[in-house]
């Protein structure tokens, strides 16, 4: 029926084909495992079932709430509603400070106390993450 030719053709556009779709499918599941969602403090408190996976808590540090000891830091992030206690060992950022907006990417222990792997401070004094933003609504 078809030509030798034809049948090569066919089968290296559906080697091609299927390689793409291989390679499509195989990138979407890495950004899959690797996504990390943000959570305020309230979303945390409402949560019926802790998660052990990667997540992000955002909002305000409270004022008055930041210790910092030899080898890790302690402080609390608000959300104005609800607070989370949140222990961190490394260096924070320049500017991260009280009453100044954070989001901590870490480990929930319970839905009080989260321990951070990494801590992202804002940009410069009138930036706040948009997802803090939303979280804590315009003060």
Do not use: C, W
């Amino acid at each position: 029926m078809y030509g030798k030719k034809v049948k090569l053709r066919f089968v290296f556009l559906a080697l091609i084909l299927s390689s793409v779709i291989l390679t499509v499918f195989l990138v979407l599941q890495s950004l899959k495992e690797n996504v990390v969602y943000f959570q305020s403090p309230s979303e945390i408190k409402s949560l019926i079932e802790l998660n052990k996976k990667k997540i992000r808590v955002g909002g305000m540090v409270k004022e008055q709430s930041v210790f910092i000891n030899s080898n890790e830091v302690n402080f609390v992030i608000t959300d104005f509603k609800n607070e989370i206690n949140v222990v961190y060992s490394g260096a924070v950022p320049n500017l991260f400070a009280e009453g100044k907006g954070v989001v901590a990417e870490g480990f929930l222990k319970d839905k009080n106390y989260f321990t951070a792997t990494k801590i992202l401070a804002k940009h410069d004094e009138n930036y706040m993450p948009p997802e803090v933003k939303k979280a804590i609504g315009d003060k």
